[in-house]
């Protein structure tokens, strides 16, 4: 099941600006997904049509087949949003702002004040329950932004830039408790600028650019589909090389540089005709990652 | 009632309880003071209208200010606050309904609006003598006046781009109205062209409404007292309503 389908949604402001042009995604349950695009592509747009903040012009989205207008008070119960902003309540202690955010989604009490302290402790900002925000720095504010979204335990987190703007040390921390989440049976929807959050926590990837969905597949694929690695070769006398003419180079000192999608097949060939002319002193092979197909994608 | 719009309301009253110190304690202090200034200096030298000692006179009309300003401000600065700061995002992602969000918002306002409304009156009976004749009657105008603009509030501060906006109603529109409204004298003491224009000030129905129910003086037809305190807090109601169902000015 698609824990959130969308089709041909689109988002045009009152400004003219075409934010969506009619985008189609599906999520699957459990799935960690990755919503990646530069700035202004549309990712914030997307989330909030999908959690209410923002109108659509038109088209669907489904939240575990619920319609987020016709069915919008079950929708809404099964997100919990981290929005990119900091938005905490300043006249509340941590543990009211959290138990309040509970009971909007319909956490009796009793049961709200239980939870909140766990999550509270699981996150590592149990001893600040009676500050207010004012009293936090950047970072626990960022930790109370993801209780918020989990507070009432809902089957899907939708995260925008979670780790912006926090520390090496609480990103890692971050991280692993989002892949404990997911591996519990969340389904996560991330939005980053980190390509390399995404690289290494979703498995699933949507790239969007300008209003639409450019590329859509699992992590590894996209980046084998769109990535070139690069092979360097390091030459003993790169003036005796010659190569055929089909074949695109760089020479960079005594550097022969040939970019290849399918490194272990094309590797023993470039050996063979390299050997022919020169020396081999050393070969290097250096994997694009996903920010490589990122700005390969959104030029 | 469901526990979503329950929490909210608790959150919309827990709001201005905790900040008591901001939201009811300087208002019942300056009314005070009104009565107090006015009620004494003026009073000494109007001994009484339609037979009706001064600063008995004035109690209903620097009552229902209070109620004015004080549920408006509520509602209006709730929202504010919440659109400065963005939280009113965690009650827009709410499964809560335009309806549901509308009234917690209104209700918070009405209540404070109430409490400072009761809380003057309840001075009063000690400091003068005044006997309030219809309790019952009383509450009604209270509460509906308080409603209106605490519903009032809700529409200003979703459509207010600053604070200064929100003032502006207070400064410029609430306070000349009511004090034309009669709060400190009988319309019947103006000249027949100002008094005609006080008719069409709503607030001076709500402030006659309210001198009935309390001191029991029926200056003009109390039918129409209550119809407008009823009919504009069912409009202003609607209009909130509809703001947040339709997410005008809020959602983009």
Not at chain 1, 139 to 166: C, F, N, S, W, Y
Not at chain 2, 118 to 145: A, E, H, R
Not at chain 2, 228 to 251: D, Q, V
């Amino acid at each position: 099941m698609n824990a959130i389908e969308i089709q041909s949604l689109k988002k045009v402001y009152d400004t003219n600006v075409e934010a969506l042009k009619g985008i189609n995604l599906a999520i699957p349950e459990g799935s960690f997904f990755g919503l990646l695009g530069p700035n202004g592509a549309g990712k914030t747009t997307t989330i909030g049509i999908l959690t209410g903040l923002v109108n659509k012009t038109s088209g669907t989205a489904k939240i575990f087949n619920n319609d987020i207008i016709k069915d919008y008070k079950k929708a809404r119960q099964l997100i919990g949003l981290s929005p990119q902003e900091i938005n905490l309540d300043v006249f509340f202690t941590i543990k009211k702002i959290l138990e309040f955010q509970a009971g909007y989604f319909g956490v009796t009490s009793n049961i709200a004040k239980k939870r909140v302290d766990e999550i509270l402790k699981k996150l590592g900002i149990y001893d600040k329950k009676d500050n207010t925000a004012r009293h936090l720095s950047g970072g626990m504010k960022r930790r109370v932004q993801i209780a918020k979204a989990l507070v009432h335990d809902p089957p899907i987190l939708i995260l925008d830039e979670p780790t912006a703007g926090v520390d090496i040390e609480l990103r890692h921390m971050l991280w692993d408790y989002l892949t404990i989440l997911n591996n519990e049976g969340k389904t996560i929807l991330l939005t980053t600028h980190y390509i390399e959050e995404a690289e290494k926590l979703c498995n699933e990837i949507a790239i969007i650019n300008d209003g639409q969905i450019i590329k859509h597949g699992d992590t590894k694929s996209i980046i084998k589909e769109v990535s070139l690695n690069t092979i360097e070769i390091e030459l003993v006398d790169v003036s005796k090389l010659s190569l055929p003419n089909n074949i695109e180079y760089e020479i960079n000192g005594n550097i022969l540089k040939i970019q290849s999608q399918e490194v272990n097949k094309d590797i023993v060939k470039i050996i063979e005709l390299v050997e022919k002319t020169t020396k081999i002193e050393n070969i290097n092979i250096i994997n694009s990652s996903l920010e490589d197909a990122f700005l390969k994608l959104t030029n | 009632m469901r526990v979503e719009f329950i929490t909210f309301l608790r959150r919309e009253v827990y709001r201005f309880l905790v900040l008591y110190k901001q939201t009811i304690i300087p208002a019942l202090i300056s009314s005070l003071l009104y009565i107090i200034v006015f009620g004494t200096t003026l009073g000494t030298r109007i001994s009484s209208i339609n037979g009706i000692p001064y600063i008995n006179y004035i109690i209903p009309g620097l009552a229902m200010m209070s109620v004015i300003n004080q549920a408006y401000q509520n509602s209006a600065s709730s929202i504010m606050q919440g659109k400065y700061l963005k939280f009113i995002e965690d009650i827009l992602v709410a499964p809560l309904s335009g309806f549901e969000i509308s009234l917690g918002y209104i209700i918070g306002g009405a209540l404070r609006g109430l409490i400072c409304g009761l809380g003057i009156l309840f001075i009063c009976l000690f400091l003068t003598d005044l006997k309030i004749q219809n309790f019952v009657l009383t509450i009604f105008y209270l509460l509906t006046v308080s409603w209106t603009f605490s519903a009032f509030g809700v529409i200003i501060g979703i459509y207010a781009k600053s604070w200064d906006e929100i003032g502006t109603f207070t400064n410029f529109v609430f306070m000349p109205l009511t004090f034309l409204g009669g709060v400190f004298y009988s319309i019947d003491m103006l000249p027949p062209l100002w008094r005609n224009i006080s008719y069409i000030n709503p607030i001076y129905w709500m402030i006659s409404g309210l001198r009935y129910s309390t001191i029991g003086l029926e200056e003009n037809a109390n039918l129409i007292s209550l119809f407008i305190c009823f009919g504009f807090s069912c409009i202003f109601t609607f209009i909130a309503t509809w703001m947040f169902k339709t997410g005008y000015k809020i959602k983009s």
